[in-house]
């Protein structure tokens, strides 16, 4: 049976109960729902069962024929490969879920962990760098993710060759965490298996796709952005100037995390991007210290605090009184299907291939909020309007990926 629908603006409970975390994971893997599309169904909803009851009559209302969300069967079948690859399941709201990571808007519902994710609630620093790193850069990589360790801090990279291997294999004995661009058990590049099952005996490997799932070129921005907000601080040890370490340093600089480079060679393309920081205000790194002295004290529990009490988190009685000033007495009036039609239109005309915030969009359109927000939820799901890294939305036409798993070829 389920709940009367109903909007809420504070965060979702975590699930309680298996069928809960299978409806999450059902609502998650369905066809064109994304972590933020996700979290404003369960909003809108109040429950994962009630989201998944309405998509259905959602997506025929936004004129897509043939739509089925994700089946139980096929639910199922994840958990059972993630017990296979020793897997386990985080949720939005849980304890083991990363208390930084949560602060995002875009923040993953559910992330698949192999390993121990409480490496990811102790101070951490992501190292991120060029994957055809020099000797220099390796070494410095080494040298970093090898004292910041030993000083308390758990290093977070994304697995990739040069830096990030370096920086995960000198952060083995303390504490070290990768997050994987497609599932948490494909391993890529391939040549990284035996550190990735090191990884999963002495650290973490944390994903946000479905098991099995291979990493494609439009999945590594998405990874950066957790990188990003999982992190205390970011790192650069080599960086072109268009390069996946810039998204996960321009990401970084986006939530309000500390960004902090090695500087390179003038002539070296590879230090391009370091350099850049610098010159924009990013903290020099000549060693580790650097990095310790420009961070707040180890202790930073409060830090965390202070971010997640930024989230509209009422006590009990004034979350039940806003709850119910939110719900307008009578039922809104429907928009015709010539109003919504046109309104859609509007949206699409402002989207291009260039990002654009949603609260950017509401101030250009001069529609409130709660008109635009369903609006672009049945664009969402019609494949007329995507989201990319961060919940910034672009023109569906404009393909993020039209190279598919060839362009994992230019990114980190």
């Not at 919940?391 to 598919?404: A, N, Q, S």
Request: hydrophobic share 45%.
């Amino acid at each position: 049976m389920t709940e009367e629908a109903h909007s809420s603006t504070h965060p979702p409970l975590p699930p309680t109960t298996e069928d809960i975390r299978i409806s999450w994971l059902r609502l998650l893997r369905s066809r064109r729902v994304g972590a933020v599309t996700f979290h404003r169904l369960l909003a809108k909803y109040g429950s994962a069962q009630n989201a998944l009851s309405a998509l259905p009559e959602m997506a025929r209302a936004a004129g897509i024929k043939g739509y089925e969300i994700c089946s139980a069967d096929a639910a199922l079948a994840e958990i059972k490969a993630a017990e296979a690859a020793n897997a386990r399941l985080l949720c939005f709201g849980e304890a083991d879920y990363p208390s930084h990571l949560a602060v995002l808007r875009d923040a993953p519902p559910l992330l698949w962990a192999v390993g121990d994710p409480a490496h990811l609630n102790q101070p951490t620093i992501a190292i991120v760098g060029a994957r055809n790193a020099s000797s220099l850069g390796v070494r410095m990589a080494r040298a970093l993710a090898r004292e910041l360790g030993e000083a308390g801090y758990c290093i977070i990279s994304g697995l990739a060759r040069g830096i990030d291997t370096a920086a995960h294999m000198a952060a083995l004995r303390t504490g070290t965490c990768a997050v994987m661009a497609g599932g948490v058990d494909v391993v890529y590049p391939t040549e990284n298996t035996r550190l990735a099952g090191d990884i999963a005996e002495q650290g973490v490997m944390i994903s946000e796709h479905p098991m099995g799932m291979s990493p494609r070129a439009r999945h590594f921005p998405a990874r950066n952005r957790i990188i990003a907000g999982a992190a205390q601080a970011v790192v650069v040890v080599e960086g072109a100037a268009k390069s996946g370490s810039l998204i996960t340093a321009r990401d970084a600089l986006d939530l309000g995390r500390d960004v902090l480079a090695v500087p390179g060679h003038p002539f070296d393309a590879r230090s391009a991007g370091c350099n850049m920081l610098i010159r924009d205000g990013a903290q020099l790194v000549r060693n580790a210290q650097d990095v310790i002295e420009a961070l707040p004290p180890m202790d930073l529990s409060h830090r965390v605090v202070a971010e997640l009490s930024d989230r509209p988190v009422p006590p009990p009685e004034a979350a039940a009184s806003a709850r119910l000033t939110e719900l307008p007495s009578p039922p809104k009036e429907r928009r015709s299907l010539s109003d919504t039609a046109a309104l859609h239109q509007l949206i699409l005309d402002r989207l291009g291939p260039a990002p654009t915030a949603e609260d950017q969009l509401v101030r250009d359109l001069a529609i409130p909020s709660r008109d635009l927000a369903p609006a672009l939820t049945d664009l969402e799901l019609s494949g007329a309007v995507a989201r990319s890294a961060g919940g910034l939305l672009i023109r569906g036409d404009f393909d993020p990926d039209p190279k598919g798993a060839a362009g994992l070829k230019s990114q980190r």
